[in-house]
């Protein structure tokens, strides 16, 4: 209990200061913006969390030019490009990499570049982890490239008592973190949504992988998609372990086996091929983007995945996992 109280006490002060230099920065929103920039960096997952955001800003805001500053980090990274290209809720994506800002000039070239757009409305969207410097930072960046109004500047965590802030504090998915942060910004929406461009060659080319293997749709039965990879060595769990369960599905529930994820993927997936042999075993790892691995989800009973960016594409198509 005393280490809670510390952490929500610590947590509400950082908060406080925040308020207070977005208030002495910037004023309060009074008429409907046209030019709105939303700032939320990070990989798939990170991306994912933040749609149903994207969304509720549109429907808020459905006049205004939309653009979406974001960074994946390093070049390479999958991201918002891999993810949300021609999307309808927003109308550009303003993509960098920690590469583009290795000198000053650079930097300074990207701020004159933001600052000749005149944004009316910044957004930040931060992740959970997200500590009072970077927001700091991230507030004086939106007042030097001349945003008139700006909101979300918010922590959630804290780098202390870790444990007793996962037992008490994470009562809230990502999702509806980023919401109530825009709802108190007068944007809500009564719905979470998420939407993707997909289009129907790549719809297609899921299709004919699935019927190439299994035949027609109709007779696929339960099939069950397999998430080996993440991107920390702390989050993947031993392959050997997912074969133990891929055995013991086959043999009870005769399932199909779908691995997905990147080529880094396809040796973890042999193993599971010398587990259960080829004739229920799909392998698209390596095969498919991020959009054709969001539609192949849609044909899956349930995903079994490590804490990576497909656990996410799994929840934003109602998939259980």
């Known amino acids: 209990k005393i280490q809670l109280f510390i952490v929500r006490l610590w947590i509400k002060w950082l908060n406080f200061w925040l308020v207070f230099f977005q208030n002495i920065l910037f004023r309060k929103l009074k008429s409907t913006p046209k ?5 939320k960096i990070g990989n798939i997952g990170d991306t994912v969390c933040a ?5 509720a800003i549109r429907r808020a805001y459905p006049e205004a030019k939309i653009v979406l500053l974001t960074s994946p980090g390093k070049k390479g990274a999958l991201g918002a490009k891999e993810l949300l290209t021609g999307v309808w809720y927003l109308d550009k ?3 960098y990499y920690s590469e583009d800002f290795d000198s000053f000039g650079k930097k300074k070239k990207f701020i004159w570049e933001l600052k000749k757009s005149q944004y009316d409305l910044f957004v930040q969207l931060p992740d959970d982890l997200a500590n009072f410097r970077t927001l700091l930072r991230n507030l004086f960046f939106a007042k030097i490239i001349g945003v008139k109004s700006a909101f979300g500047f918010k922590i959630r965590t804290i780098q202390l008592f870790k444990k007793t802030q996962v037992d008490y504090l994470f009562n809230k998915t990502e999702v509806e973190s980023l ?3 825009l709802r108190g910004n007068s944007v809500s929406n009564n719905q979470v949504e998420f939407n993707f461009n997909i289009s129907e060659e ?3 080319k899921v299709k ?3 019927d190439g293997k299994w035949g027609k749709i109709s007779k696929k039965g339960l099939i069950i998609a397999l998430g080996l990879g993440g991107k920390r060595a702390t989050n993947q769990w031993p392959t ?3 074969a133990e369960i891929v055995r013991y599905l086959k043999n009870k529930y005769n399932t199909k086996i779908v691995i997905v994820g990147g080529p880094d993927d396809i040796l973890k997936a042999e193993i599971i091929k010398n587990t259960i042999g080829g004739e229920n075993l799909l392998v698209a790892a390596g095969q498919l983007d991020i959009l054709e691995t969001i539609e192949l989800l849609k044909y899956c009973s349930f995903l079994i995945s490590n804490s990576t960016g497909t656990i996410h594409l799994a929840t934003a198509v109602g998939l259980p996992a």
């Open 35 to 39: 030019n709105i920039l939303i700032y």
């Open 51 to 55: 749609i149903p955001s994207f969304i």
């Open 93 to 95: 994506l303003n993509i």
């Open 179 to 181: 919401l109530d942060i």
């Open 202 to 204: 790549q719809k297609n």
């Open 208 to 210: 004919n992988l699935l």
């Open 240 to 242: 050997e372990r997912f």
